[in-house]
């Protein structure tokens, strides 16, 4: 069946044709007897490669004929994009190498090479390359806002967050246009500083972080973190609570830190207190309170326990697997062991499974990250706060 490609091609080589056809047509309408218009044979060869489905023999006819000039210019931008699409980044490379090669090239052509040649090594990994030419295009009147696009692109693949700061600050005076990412960039060099154990470079990056709602929201969940190591338990229990007040999806991720820093703080009834206060403000909250314990496998205090009784209890398909009827007739110390024992078993089932899930591209994550990896989108991995309980029950 034809490919786009052959399709792409025949049209090219039909209109070329055609155009050196009227080209000779017109041009000697003035003589009685106009010549009859020249065929080229290699156009006739290239189409009939083309329509024989040798598209390879064909596109290197058509570079070896076509002559780098003002009217087949853009049939060579066409012919490297084509290149390009099909992963042949080394045919697209010579394309647009023999154009940036052409004497007295204008600017607007020079720097539409310079921007396809760019292209070209970014598909080809060639970060290194691509980052010089796009560079180079900062101040082009025409492919500025493009070109630091890329560089933006090129420099959070390779985590050069401070580059990426430069290139998005620049971007935004070009647009006008606020963007949250940049908050996310100090966010990452912060935590990165905090990893290193430099936790005041960490507050000070943080300080930049608070432009924007999503950088206020990531960036307390980093100051809770450095208070929680400096051992200020009262600021982390504070800014955990608040980061779960906005958001009980991290659930999971929150809730063994705040009960980290309440056992720190010899506060254990005030822990009690708080998730008590948490399920009579919203009962549904036991399903996220029993997930998070059952996935960072918590036994203390008992109030936590008994949110995963309850939810085993009231699950159709775990009651009864676990027999809750039986369960809830055992003695305390009896039931409490049988709790543990299940709480273990339901951990090694959510660990099977996905923990973080891409809301835009689908990307399954193990841990926590602000920006995905396959997509690009910032923000989008969210917690899958369910057990994978399929195998249980075919």
């Known amino acids: 069946m034809p490919t786009e490609s052959t399709f792409f091609l025949a049209g090219l080589f039909i209109v070329l044709a055609a155009a050196g056809w009227a080209f000779a047509y017109f041009s000697g ?11 080229n044979a290699d156009y006739l060869r290239g189409l009939n490669l083309v329509l024989n489905r040798q598209t390879d023999e064909a596109l290197e006819l058509f570079v070896r004929m076509a002559k780098v000039d003002d009217e087949t210019l853009e049939t060579h931008f066409a012919l490297g994009h084509l290149f390009r699409r099909r992963g042949e980044i080394d045919r697209a490379i010579r394309v647009h190498q023999n154009l940036l090669a052409r004497p007295n090239l204008a600017e607007t052509q020079r720097h539409q090479a310079l921007f396809s040649l ?47 700061i430069e290139a998005h600050r620049e971007l935004e005076m070009l647009t006008g246009e606020k963007s949250s990412q940049v908050a996310h960039y100090y966010c990452e060099l912060a935590e990165k500083a905090r990893i290193n154990g430099d936790l005041d470079l960490a507050r000070q990056y943080l300080k930049s972080s608070v432009r924007s709602e999503t950088g206020a929201f990531r960036g307390k969940l980093i100051r809770a973190a450095i208070a929680q190591e400096d ?27 705040l009960v980290s820093c309440y056992q720190s703080a010899n506060r254990e009834r005030e822990l009690i207190r708080y998730i008590e206060g948490l399920m009579a403000k919203d009962p549904d909250l036991k399903a996220a309170l029993a997930y998070a314990v059952v996935r960072n496998g918590l036994l203390e205090p008992e109030i936590l326990r008994d949110c995963v009784e309850d939810f085993v209890e009231r699950h159709a398909v775990l009651a009864g697997l676990v027999e809750a009827d039986r369960l809830a007739a055992l003695a305390d110390s009896d039931r409490e062991q049988a709790m543990a024992r299940i709480i273990v078993a ?4 959510a660990e099977s499974g996905v923990r973080y899930r891409c809301t835009s591209c689908g990307y399954g994550s193990q841990r926590l990250i602000w920006h995905c990896p396959s997509c690009k989108a910032w923000e ?15």
């Open 380 to 394: 989008t991995i969210r917690p899958v706060q369910t057990l994978q309980l399929e195998n249980l029950v075919t």
């Open 29 to 39: 309408r003035g003589n009685e007897e106009p010549p009859p218009p020249p065929v």
């Open 346 to 349: 339901l951990r090694r089932l």
């Open 118 to 164: 760019g292209q070209d090594y970014l598909s080809a990994g060639l970060f290194d390359r691509a980052e010089k030419l796009f560079a180079e295009l900062r101040g082009s009147p025409t492919l500025a806002r493009s070109a630091l696009e890329n560089l933006v692109d090129i420099y959070e693949r390779e985590s050069d967050w401070q580059k990426a």
């Open 231 to 257: 051992q200020d338990y009262a600021q982390a229990i504070r800014l955990y609570e608040q980061v779960l007040e906005t958001d009980r999806r991290l659930m999971a991720d929150v809730l063994p830190e």
